[in-house]
């Protein structure tokens, strides 16, 4: 094993100021997953928009859940597929420094503000890309460890608050347009068994400061209608998100923090709205607030002021530039945060 | 609805629907007049998106204002028409949309309205005119022998114009049509405020009614995903019932637009006669311009009258609290109870069905359906209509309820009726009495002149009369030695014979009169003979009357249809009893099911088949209105094939229904026309035509009849009878037309074509330059001669297809369809676009439901006005 090298975190005051050149994200392609899983390289599965009638019970149909077995590693085959297939009808090769899941790129972009986290990256290069993917058995790993916790009496399963998640997506999309889907449909959404082996997929290119990158991520739904043509104008999708009621300063607090995720996720597929399906402590759906993507970090300011939006963004930058200097040959390179650690370590785990 | 009574009982129920629209004016410094700058924010604290103009709602009042002279000319007509049009634009300054919704050719469930409106002012019309020739001779007399120079007496009593032509297929039409597209262009190349606006014109030859094409284009625009479904709508109309379209649509940010029919000045107001100022036509003498210095046509400020908002968010929050009922086991769904008030209020007044026998909006008849509608809710399970279909089982449920309270209601009316006549009784004697007591004291003031609503309103028969000593009578009372004609003396001839002993024709007696002016040494008492009983005409003719002339103006989407009457209803009750005919079915007495279905229907009275039968038809009629309301025209053929509505108690085995339409196609406007028009308003119908309409082997002359009869039903008010025309037969009236249709000339085929939508901008609008490079530029991309595009929706905040329309360059100079038809000042290179447009169609049911990404507006309501509208609604409806 290489020695490892490592990049710091602290002080993040380093970080301060007006953020680093972003290249808006722009969609290239993007991919389905169909309810048997099946990929398909259109947009079959983009779902729509439609509020849910509130109060509902987020707890309901745990039981007929059609959950979708994560534990096999699939490494970013989706994302690179479909990258192949964009690459092949256009005649050209795309241009990134870094391809990657959305979900790394927001662990990265969080860094600064989340110390207690840990995890752990595999990234390799290939003709002039760093591809950057999840190290699987982490995952599996800390999942474990989160699962067997002991948590206080009464407080709901990590499984049955991931439903919850899915479970309003269920409740507030739709699989067509308004006009075309029917009032049946509409209504019966609490009933509709909730099953998330359907996925939809945008890819987008975007870059941070020197660095250009394409990512892949789930988006939930659009909130009118994507648009035929590629426009200069952004696509509205939408994420939903679930949050616990807020009643407290603590709960307010515990909010904002959460927000850097919500905030991460969306600024970098460019998904510019964010529902919120606030919920009581045992899943009940009582509110839904709508936020401006990029309007949070605003808010976070004026709130607790947690954590800083610009911080976040040339902290990647910077840690990207660097990474991009120190992966340069073939092999397998680890990337790790280590809990309350106060830098990232990178060495290589692998020649090719 | 045409009751104005609708608007009434809205207003009463929920005073805050109403508030006052702030109008800013042109202001004057140093004797300079400074125009309202429309491009600042609206004054009303709220910025609109789209403005919807029911047009006819504006063309009827241009075209016979009620407070200055009829314009003389049609152009000037089109003018006033621009002018008023441009006030309520900048009432308004809509900044995304103005469409302009002309009626055309209605679906067939409307014509038998239009057709019995139409046919019975031409009868009113007629009898006004014979009137009127027998008055302007009367007068040419009297001018003669006071000495007077001859004026032009055709300046003075006015020819009535015929509101008739304001039917699609009409050269007016054409004229309207033209000089509207000429107004638009002009405001798009003039007004700065019009940038970025994008003008719609539905004109009379597209089909629908003006408010239901602008209904369908709200449904098509919501269809859309990139609908703003925050946009903010003003219609504007007439119709009292358009807050309930309001309603239908499921915008919330929706205001109506109207003048304010309660303020109603009389003073303001102009004679139909003489178009003057200062008295109704009752009063009318025929001066000339003898008034002008009081009431001056070209007054410096002419007095606009104010106008109101009726707000749909108000009248949501309303209903949310009234409709909603607690501890069901489904959720409650603001949104279907809105459409079962608005389904509802069908059962009381609408245009395509008489109302039911019970339900009158005088007596709270849709409070009495919410009663039974909230005690049946547990039972129902569920709404009574969804997306514009009724379910019929819970129909049936409305209807028994209502069923059950018939004959109580019936009786409760019939106590009511007599408790009011009595009074009336008790309150004419009081009055005579004292009236008799004054006589006796001093010389009273019997009239003033102009006199308003007083004279001849309140008097009775007996008491005033012939003994009168004429030296009682003040000094501006007519004198015998200037004996003036008013119109009174004309107008109510029958009237006046009645009081007359000597029984000579008023004419002939008026003659009399003028003919003493020769010979003044004739006593005095003869003369007052008959201006004394022209004061002494019954109250309820001329109540009558007066109605009528109102309602005169009360044509299908005209001004009057929401009205109100000038006069208190109760006045006209004072009831000669010759006016109105026994009511021989007397729904308070027992057996009035029988005697309503022999004497109205002319069937047995134990046929209980027919019976059902009319009540299927008006279920079908309920079913056909309130998708009309809710999806647009389900048949463009489908009509209520009665005079008269059956009995809650009629409809049975609704559940067993199964209601289809067959869509049909709309008439073309001559059919139409031919299918609305009395034979006297065919010089508004192609002169090939007229024969099918008047000559007597003509095989529909029978669709023409030139006498029919008039069923008061019960109804006090003549203006409220119900005509009893015979139903136009499609396929004859078609076939008889079809013989005739090869004479038309080029011309007249034209106005008979179904035309399009045209969409206008500025050359300021981002869709200026898509549609100019799309149908005008030299590489025109349609390359494959299709000459139409789909409208971007994100850029250009509408939703459909625009087609190259072929009769428009750009850059001409802009030119009204007549030479007086001109706006200034002039435009020589117009840097407008002119398109046609095809708003969306889609295949889907518009489902009754708030888009997403709605923002409600702030709630206006508080505890009080809700806990004053559940008190009411405890105290009525049962
Ligand atoms: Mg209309």
């Given at each position: 094993?290489?020695?490892?090298?490592?990049?710091?975190?602290?002080?993040?005051?380093?970080?301060?100021?007006?953020?680093?050149?972003?290249?808006?994200?722009?969609?290239i392609?993007?991919?389905?997953?169909?309810d048997?899983?099946?990929y398909?390289?259109?947009?079959?599965?983009?779902?729509?928009?439609?509020p849910?009638?509130i109060?509902?019970?987020?707890?309901?149909?745990?039981?007929?859940?059609?959950?979708?077995?994560?534990?096999?590693?699939?490494?970013?085959?989706g994302?690179?597929d479909?990258?192949?297939?964009?690459?092949?009808?256009?005649?050209?090769?795309?241009?990134?420094?870094?391809?990657?899941?959305?979900?790394?790129?927001t662990?990265?972009?969080?860094?600064?503000?989340?110390?207690?986290?840990?995890?752990?990256?595999?990234?390799?290069?290939?003709?002039?890309?760093?591809?950057?993917?999840?190290?699987?058995?982490?995952?599996?790993?800390?999942?474990?460890?989160?699962?067997?916790?002991?948590?206080?009496?009464?407080?709901?399963?990590?499984?049955?608050?991931?439903?919850w998640g899915?479970?309003?997506?269920?409740l507030?999309?739709?699989?067509?347009?308004?006009?075309?889907?029917?009032?049946?449909?509409?209504?019966?959404?609490?009933?509709?068994?909730?099953?998330?082996?359907?996925?939809?997929?945008?890819?987008?290119?975007t870059?941070?400061?020197?660095?250009?990158?394409i990512?892949?991520?789930?988006?939930?739904?659009?909130?009118?209608?994507?648009?035929?043509?590629?426009?200069?104008?952004?696509?509205n999708?939408?994420?939903?998100?679930?949050?616990a009621?807020?009643?407290?300063?603590?709960?307010?607090?515990?909010?904002?923090?959460?927000?850097?995720?919500?905030?991460?996720?969306?600024?970098?597929l460019?998904?510019?709205?964010?529902?919120?399906?606030?919920?009581?402590?045992?899943g009940?759906?009582?509110?839904?607030?709508?936020?401006?993507?990029?309007?949070?970090?605003?808010?976070?300011?004026?709130?607790?002021?947690?954590?800083?939006?610009?911080?976040?963004?040339n902290f990647?930058?910077?840690?990207l530039?660097?990474?991009?200097?120190?992966i340069?040959?073939?092999?397998?390179?680890?990337?790790?945060?280590?809990?309350?650690?106060s830098?990232?370590?990178?060495?290589?785990?692998?020649?090719? | 609805?045409?009751?104005?009574?609708?608007?009434?009982?809205?207003?009463?129920?929920?005073?805050?629907?109403?508030?006052?629209?702030?109008?800013?004016?042109?202001?004057?410094?140093?004797?300079?007049?400074?125009?309202?700058?429309?491009?600042?924010s609206?004054?009303?604290g709220?910025?609109f998106?789209?403005l919807y103009?029911?047009?006819?709602?504006i063309?009827?009042?241009?075209?016979?204002?009620e407070?200055?002279?009829?314009?003389a000319?049609?152009s000037?007509?089109?003018?006033?028409?621009?002018?008023?049009t441009?006030?309520?634009?900048?009432?308004?300054?809509?900044?995304?949309?103005?469409?302009?919704?002309i009626?055309?050719?209605?679906p067939?469930?409307?014509?038998?309205?239009?057709?019995?409106?139409?046919?019975?002012?031409?009868?009113?019309?007629?009898?006004?005119?014979?009137?009127?020739?027998?008055?302007?001779?009367?007068?040419?007399s009297?001018?003669?022998?006071?000495?007077?120079?001859?004026?032009?007496l055709?300046?003075?009593?006015?020819?009535?114009?015929?509101?008739?032509?304001?039917?699609?297929?009409?050269?007016?039409?054409?004229?309207?049509?033209?000089?509207?597209?000429?107004?638009?262009?002009?405001?798009?190349?003039?007004?700065?405020?019009?940038?970025?606006?994008?003008?719609?014109i539905?004109d009379?030859?597209?089909?629908?009614?003006?408010?239901?094409?602008?209904?369908q284009?709200?449904?098509?625009?919501?269809?859309?995903?990139?609908?703003?479904?925050?946009?903010?709508?003003v219609m504007?109309?007439?119709?009292?019932?358009?807050?309930?379209?309001?309603?239908?649509?499921?915008?919330?940010h929706?205001?109506?637009?109207?003048?304010?029919?309660?303020?109603?000045?009389?003073k303001?107001?102009t004679?139909?006669?003489c178009?003057?100022?200062?008295?109704?036509?009752?009063?009318?003498?025929?001066?000339?311009?003898?008034?002008?210095?009081?009431?001056?046509?070209?007054?410096?400020?002419?007095?606009?009258?104010?106008f109101?908002w009726?707000?749909?968010?108000?009248?949501?929050?309303?209903?949310?609290?009234?409709?909603?009922v607690?501890?069901?086991?489904?959720?409650?769904?603001?949104e279907?109870?809105?459409?079962?008030?608005?389904?509802?209020?069908?059962?009381?007044?609408?245009?395509f069905?008489?109302?039911?026998?019970?339900?009158?909006?005088?007596?709270d008849?849709?409070?009495?359906?919410?009663?039974?509608?909230?005690d049946?809710i547990?039972?129902m399970?569920?709404y009574l209509?969804?997306?514009g279909k009724?379910?019929?089982?819970?129909?049936?449920?409305?209807?028994?309820?209502?069923?059950?309270?018939?004959?109580?209601?019936?009786?409760?009316?019939?106590?009511?009726?007599?408790?009011?006549?009595?009074?009336?009784r008790r309150r004419?004697?009081?009055?005579d009495?004292?009236?008799?007591?004054?006589?006796?004291?001093?010389?009273?003031?019997?009239?003033?002149?102009?006199?308003?609503?007083?004279?001849?309103?309140?008097?009775?028969?007996?008491?005033?009369s012939?003994?009168?000593?004429?030296?009682?009578?003040?000094?501006?009372?007519?004198?015998?030695?200037s004996?003036?004609v008013?119109?009174n003396?004309?107008?109510?001839?029958?009237?006046?014979?009645?009081?007359?002993?000597?029984?000579?024709?008023?004419?002939a007696?008026?003659?009399?009169?003028?003919?003493?002016?020769?010979?003044?040494?004739?006593?005095?008492?003869?003369?007052?003979?008959?201006p004394?009983?022209?004061?002494?005409?019954?109250?309820?003719?001329l109540?009558?009357?007066?109605?009528?002339?109102?309602?005169?103006?009360?044509?299908?989407?005209?001004?009057?249809?929401?009205?109100p009457?000038?006069?208190?209803?109760?006045?006209?009750?004072?009831?000669?009893?010759?006016?109105?005919?026994?009511?021989?079915?007397?729904?308070?007495?027992t057996?009035?099911?029988?005697?309503?279905?022999?004497?109205?229907?002319?069937?047995?009275?134990?046929?209980?088949?027919?019976r059902?039968?009319?009540?299927?038809?008006?279920?079908?009629?309920?079913?056909?209105?309130?998708?009309?309301?809710?999806?647009?025209?389900?048949?463009?053929?489908?009509?209520?094939?009665?005079?008269?509505a059956?009995?809650?108690?009629?409809?049975?085995?609704?559940d067993?229904?199964?209601?289809?339409?067959a869509?049909?196609?709309?008439?073309?406007?001559?059919?139409?026309?031919?299918?609305?028009?009395?034979?006297?308003?065919?010089?508004?119908?192609p002169?090939?035509?007229h024969?099918?309409?008047?000559?007597?082997?003509?095989?529909?002359?029978?669709f023409y009849?030139?006498d029919?009869?008039?069923?008061?039903?019960?109804?006090?008010?003549?203006?409220?009878?119900?005509?009893?025309l015979?139903?136009?037969d499609?396929?004859?009236?078609?076939?008889?037309?079809?013989?005739?249709?090869?004479?038309?000339?080029?011309?007249e085929?034209?106005r008979?074509e179904?035309?399009?939508?045209?969409?206008?901008?500025?050359?300021?609008h981002?869709?200026?330059?898509?549609l100019?490079?799309?149908f005008?530029?030299?590489?025109?991309?349609?390359?494959?001669?299709?000459n139409?595009?789909?409208?971007?929706?994100?850029?250009?905040?509408?939703?459909?297809?625009a087609?190259?329309?072929?009769?428009?360059?750009?850059h001409?100079?802009?030119?009204g369809?007549?030479?007086?038809?001109?706006?200034?000042?002039e435009v020589?290179?117009?840097r407008?676009m002119?398109?046609?447009?095809?708003?969306?169609?889609?295949?889907?049911?518009h489902?009754?439901?708030?888009?997403?990404?709605?923002?409600?507006?702030a709630?206006?309501?508080?505890?009080?006005?809700?806990?004053?509208?559940?008190?009411?609604?405890?105290?009525?409806?049962?």
């Open positions: 094993m290489a020695s490892a090298q490592s990049f710091d975190i602290e002080p993040i005051a380093r970080f301060n100021g007006a953020s680093a050149g972003i290249r808006r994200p722009k969609e392609t993007c991919f389905s997953f169909d048997q899983h099946k398909r390289w259109d947009d079959s599965s983009l779902r729509y928009y439609h849910p009638t109060p509902a019970d987020l707890n309901r149909g745990f039981d007929t859940f059609r959950a979708l077995d994560d534990t096999r590693d699939d490494h970013l085959d994302l690179v479909t990258i192949a297939l964009h690459e092949k009808e256009k005649g050209a090769k795309v241009d990134a420094d870094i391809i990657t899941w959305r979900g790394m790129m662990k990265i972009m969080a860094t600064p503000f989340s110390k207690l986290e840990s995890w752990e990256m595999n990234a390799t290069c290939f003709q002039g890309s760093i591809f950057i993917e999840e190290n699987h058995a982490t995952k599996l790993f800390s999942k474990q460890q989160q699962n067997q916790q002991k948590m206080p009496a009464g407080t709901p399963s990590q499984d049955i608050m991931s439903f899915y479970k309003f997506e269920t507030s999309l739709i699989p067509d347009t308004w006009d075309p889907t029917s009032r049946e449909y509409i209504e019966s959404r609490e009933t509709e068994i909730v099953d998330n082996h359907a996925q939809y997929c945008s890819i987008v290119r870059g941070f400061g020197k660095i250009k990158m990512i892949g991520g789930e988006v939930d739904a659009v909130w009118d209608v994507k648009p035929t043509h590629p426009s200069s104008t952004p696509i999708y939408i994420e939903l998100k679930t949050a009621k807020i009643h407290t300063d603590r709960d307010q607090a515990k909010f904002e923090r959460k927000l850097l995720k919500f905030w991460a996720q969306s600024f970098l460019g998904v510019p709205k964010i529902i919120v399906g606030f919920r009581t402590k045992d009940i759906l009582t509110d839904l607030e709508e936020m401006e993507t990029q309007a949070i970090p605003e808010m976070v300011k004026r709130g607790k002021g947690f954590w800083d939006g610009n911080i976040c963004i990647a930058a910077g840690f530039e660097w990474l991009k200097t120190i340069t040959e073939q092999g397998v390179w680890r990337i790790r945060k280590v809990e309350k650690s830098r990232l370590e990178i060495f290589k785990i692998e020649e090719t | 609805m045409g009751v104005p009574a609708l608007f009434r009982w809205l207003h009463k129920k929920y005073p805050k629907i109403i508030t006052p629209v702030i109008e800013e004016q042109p202001y004057e410094v140093d004797g300079q007049q400074y125009p309202v700058d429309t491009t600042r609206n004054p009303n709220e910025d998106d789209n103009l029911d047009f006819n709602g063309v009827h009042p241009c075209s016979h204002p407070n200055k002279p009829p314009p000319t049609e000037e007509m089109m003018m006033e028409i621009f002018k008023y441009e006030r309520v634009v900048n009432m308004v300054r809509p900044r995304k949309l103005l469409l302009i919704a009626d055309g050719v209605a067939r469930a409307k014509m038998n309205q239009q057709r019995a409106r139409r046919f019975r002012s031409a009868r009113d019309a007629k009898e006004a005119d014979e009137k009127k020739a027998e008055f302007q001779t009367l007068l040419r009297q001018q003669h022998s006071r000495g007077d120079p001859e004026t032009a055709e300046d003075v009593v006015k020819k009535t114009w015929d509101s008739n032509v304001i039917t699609p297929g009409t050269p007016f039409m054409v004229i309207l049509a033209i000089s509207i597209r000429y107004w638009v262009q002009w405001k798009l190349n003039t007004d700065p405020a019009w940038e970025k606006l994008k003008i719609l539905s009379a030859t597209v089909p629908g009614e003006g408010e239901h094409k602008i209904m284009f709200i449904r098509s625009q919501r269809a859309d995903p990139e609908y703003d479904p925050n946009t903010k709508h504007y109309g007439l119709d009292a019932d358009l807050i309930m379209l309001g309603i239908a649509t499921h915008e919330p929706f205001r109506i637009l109207r003048e304010d029919v309660e303020i109603r000045d009389a303001a107001k004679c139909n006669l178009g003057q100022k200062g008295h109704y036509a009752d009063n009318c003498r025929g001066n000339t311009k003898d008034k002008a210095g009081d009431y001056d046509e070209k007054e410096k400020t002419p007095d606009l009258k104010p109101i009726l707000n749909v968010p108000t009248l949501r929050e309303y209903l949310g609290a009234e409709m909603f607690p501890g069901q086991p489904f959720r409650f769904d603001l279907r109870a809105l459409d079962d008030w608005v389904f509802m209020c069908f059962f009381v007044g609408n245009d069905l008489p109302h039911l026998p019970s339900l009158d909006i005088h007596e008849g849709i409070d009495t359906l919410i009663a039974i509608w909230r049946n547990p039972i399970g569920g209509t969804c997306d009724v379910d019929l089982s819970r129909a049936q449920l409305i209807l028994q309820g209502l069923a059950k309270q018939e004959d109580a209601i019936f009786r409760r009316r019939r106590q009511t009726e007599e408790r009011r006549e009595q009074n009336q004419d004697q009081e009055k009495a004292r009236e008799q007591r004054e006589q006796g004291r001093d010389a009273k003031r019997r009239r003033s002149s102009p006199d308003y609503g007083q004279g001849g309103f309140n008097g009775s028969i007996k008491g005033r012939d003994d009168r000593a004429p030296t009682n009578a003040p000094m501006n009372l007519i004198s015998p030695q004996i003036e008013d119109y003396m004309v107008v109510n001839r029958g009237a006046v014979d009645r009081a007359n002993t000597a029984n000579k024709s008023a004419a007696a008026l003659k009399a009169q003028l003919m003493q002016k020769n010979k003044p040494a004739e006593t005095p008492e003869k003369p007052t003979n008959e004394g009983a022209v004061e002494q005409t019954p109250p309820s003719a109540g009558k009357r007066k109605a009528e002339l109102l309602e005169e103006e009360d044509d299908s989407s005209t001004p009057g249809r929401t009205t009457i000038s006069q208190p209803e109760t006045k006209t009750n004072g009831a000669n009893p010759d006016d109105v005919p026994p009511d021989t079915v007397r729904l308070w007495e057996g009035y099911a029988e005697r309503y279905y022999e004497q109205k229907f002319h069937v047995a009275p134990d046929d209980y088949e027919f059902r039968k009319v009540a299927q038809s008006y279920v079908e009629g309920l079913a056909w209105v309130l998708l009309y309301y809710f999806q647009g025209c389900a048949s463009w053929t489908w009509y209520y094939p009665y005079h008269y059956p009995f809650a108690a009629d409809f049975t085995d609704l067993k229904m199964d209601i289809k339409f869509k049909g196609k709309p008439f073309k406007p001559y059919e139409q026309l031919m299918g609305v028009l009395p034979a006297a308003s065919n010089h508004a119908i002169p090939v035509f024969s099918l309409m008047t000559d007597p082997d003509s095989e529909i002359v029978d009849p030139e029919f009869d008039l069923d008061a039903n019960g109804k006090k008010q003549s203006w409220k009878a119900i005509v009893l015979p139903f136009i499609e396929k004859r009236l078609l076939s008889a037309m079809n013989t005739k249709y090869p004479l038309l000339t080029a011309e085929h034209a008979n179904m035309g399009k939508d045209a969409l206008f901008v500025s050359d300021r981002p869709l200026y330059d898509l100019a490079t799309e005008y530029s030299k590489r025109q991309k349609n390359a494959n001669g299709e139409m595009v789909k409208l971007p929706v994100r850029t250009g905040g509408l939703a459909g297809v087609e190259k329309n072929p009769s428009y360059l750009p001409m100079s802009l030119q369809p007549e030479d007086d038809i001109k706006l200034e000042p020589d290179d117009d407008s002119s398109v046609l447009y095809m708003m969306p169609t889609s295949k889907h049911v489902k009754s439901m708030l888009l997403r990404g709605v923002k409600e507006p709630k206006v309501l508080d505890h009080t006005d809700i806990a004053i509208l559940k008190s009411k609604a405890r105290n009525s409806g049962r």
